[in-house]
């Protein structure tokens, strides 16, 4: 029978509940229990998809295709198991299955309220998490804040599960902040103590308390908060700031929070298996390098809406004893730059990553076509392989007019373009070539190489792909198709051979990145980075 564990946040977001949740599961699993994580978050969208990633931050695709919540990245990356179409609910994806269950009549003439009908759904979603991941425990981090209106029914269906599961199969993780005042330098209770309040008063008494603090909390702080809140000392876990969040789980483990947990549960508490995360946080703490990496971009002024690159970028530079230092450059500021040297100056490395629309986009080809003329490194991720080929093509095959469709539909030289399946869609939600697909690679190539296989799967998030017209020309300029997807011909990974490393895929390769195993493209790529001595 499966577990829930949920992951409620107080006092302000931000808190980290995200990481939060992602150890807590990292722990459980360590102890040899199966764990599934889920994310609910309180707004109207039906996913993130359709959202801005300068305010929302980046898309997470999971491998059967859901576009998500960037904390499922983190999701996957601490536990290592993929996730799915169970993992992220919105209030959009709520409402409106009830709605259609409405008006198909399947509520046989009741009146539709919150409710039941709602919370009921709200329950079912969570119920199917457990029973089709047949996991021990699942894991639901509740989007937002306690005492926000848009997520109070989702505690109201929470306050309705414990009632149907009881103590010994659901257990309230509430993370909250205690703020160090200085010029009287004391920690703060009262916001926590308020926020367990606001908690009670939706009928949810938490049974673990995580505070987060930039200093450790002295004796009587934490006697007050367990006094105040109702809850046992030992169940009051402190989540003091960390340089890398890699740490927070073996800080959570020192102060025993999966015992906690599974004695609340009635389980067996086994010795926990975390030499190798032990190892990684060795790694990371002793890194002996660093190397700059570009990351050219037009989100650039919000660091989340890259963030599993950017973690992608540092496991490859785990693997080498590097740390990787960002060198953001805002691809629309790029376009009037003369002197590309001086921004790339002390970059070892350039990247590309994903991204819609045609703004900055002549900056990023700028930025490709001086990786390719300096031989310096350069990973395309997506847009980043679409305009590689742009670039190819207008640069060496002498295709002035080469472009996409996204950006000039009416554009001569069509090199991107629409996917055919794509070109009767109207909806612009969940509609583009999204999650797993096929890949063959071609023998002798570098993407062969790096892969050490004939086949992988990957995941995809677009609308627009190489055109295939052009492929003989751009062959015959040297350009490798190294990667195709057999049943629609699509390209997935180029390279040019000439160079150390051009490499660019369709496909995001930063959603399959691990911190204890890198990706093979991003592997590679920082290897090339590291050995690029002529920059
Ligand atoms: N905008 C491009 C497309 O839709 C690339 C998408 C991306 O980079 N994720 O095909």
Not at 362 to 385: H, S, T
Not at 403 to 411: D, G, H, K, R, V
Not at 498 to 516: L, Y
Request: proline share 3%; net charge negative.
């Amino acid at each position: 029978m499966t577990k829930y564990v949920f992951v409620t946040g107080g006092v302000c977001s931000g808190l980290g509940k995200g990481i939060t949740a992602s150890s807590i599961a990292l722990l459980l699993k360590a102890k040899g229990y199966k764990v599934f994580m889920q994310k609910f978050d309180p707004y109207m969208n039906v996913d993130p998809g359709t959202m801005s990633p300068i305010q929302h931050g980046e898309v997470f695709v999971t491998a059967d295709g859901c576009e998500t919540d960037l904390d499922l990245g983190h999701y996957e990356r601490f536990i290592d198991e993929e996730l799915n179409y169970t993992s992220n609910i919105t209030n959009g994806k709520i409402y409106s299955s009830v709605i259609e269950k409405e008006r198909k009549g399947d509520f046989l003439g009741a009146t539709i309220q919150i409710v039941p009908h709602i919370s009921n759904e709200i329950k079912n979603k969570i119920y199917e998490a457990g029973i089709t991941s047949k996991a021990d425990i699942v894991i639901t981090e509740i989007g937002g804040t306690v005492g926000d209106i848009e997520s109070s029914v989702m505690m109201e269906s929470l306050r309705q599960f414990r009632l149907e599961q009881g103590r010994e199969n659901s257990l309230f993780v509430h993370t909250t902040l205690v703020p160090y005042l200085y010029g009287s330098n004391e920690l703060k209770t009262k916001p926590t103590q308020n926020s367990i309040i606001e908690l009670r008063r939706l009928g949810i008494q938490p049974d673990i308390l995580v505070t987060r603090s930039n200093i450790s909390l002295t004796e009587s702080t934490k006697k007050k908060i367990a006094l105040f809140g109702s809850i046992p000392e030992e169940n009051i876990i402190e989540a003091v700031d960390v340089q890398n969040i890699y740490q927070i789980p073996m800080n959570f483990h020192d102060q025993k929070i999966e015992d906690i947990i599974l004695k609340q549960f009635n389980l067996k508490l086994s010795t926990s298996k975390l030499k190798y995360w032990k190892d990684l946080i060795h790694t990371v703490n002793h890194l002996t390098k660093e190397i700059e990496i570009s990351l050219v971009g037009k989100y650039t002024e919000l660091h989340d809406a890259y963030i599993s690159v950017v973690e992608s970028l540092k496991h490859a530079g785990y693997k080498y004893e590097t740390k990787i230092n960002i060198n953001w450059v805002d691809s629309e500021a790029l376009e009037k730059e003369v002197d590309l040297s001086k921004v790339f100056k002390n970059s070892k490395g350039i990247i590309v990553p994903g991204g819609f629309g045609s703004r900055g986009i002549e900056g990023m080809i700028k930025a490709i076509e001086y990786a390719r003329v300096n031989d310096i490194p350069y990973l395309g991720l997506c847009l980043g392989m679409q305009l590689a080929t742009i670039e190819f093509a207008r640069n060496v095959c002498g295709v002035k007019d080469a472009n996409s469709t996204e950006f000039n539909e009416l554009c001569k030289e069509p090199i991107i373009d629409l996917m055919s399946d794509q070109k009767c869609i109207i909806n612009m939600g969940g509609t583009l070539r999204l999650g797993n697909y096929e890949c063959s690679l071609k023998e002798g190539t570098k993407a062969h190489e790096f892969y050490h296989q004939d086949k992988i799967l990957e995941r995809h998030r677009h609308r627009y792909e190489f055109n295939n017209q052009y492929k003989e020309l751009l062959e015959n300029n040297g350009l490798v198709f190294s990667g195709i997807n057999e049943p629609s011909n699509l390209v997935e990974i180029i390279e040019l051979p000439t160079q150390k490393f051009h490499v660019a895929c369709q496909f995001h390769p930063e959603f399959k990145s691990r911190p204890t195993r890198p990706h093979p493209l991003f592997d590679n790529f920082i290897k090339a980075s590291i050995n690029n001595d002529n920059h």
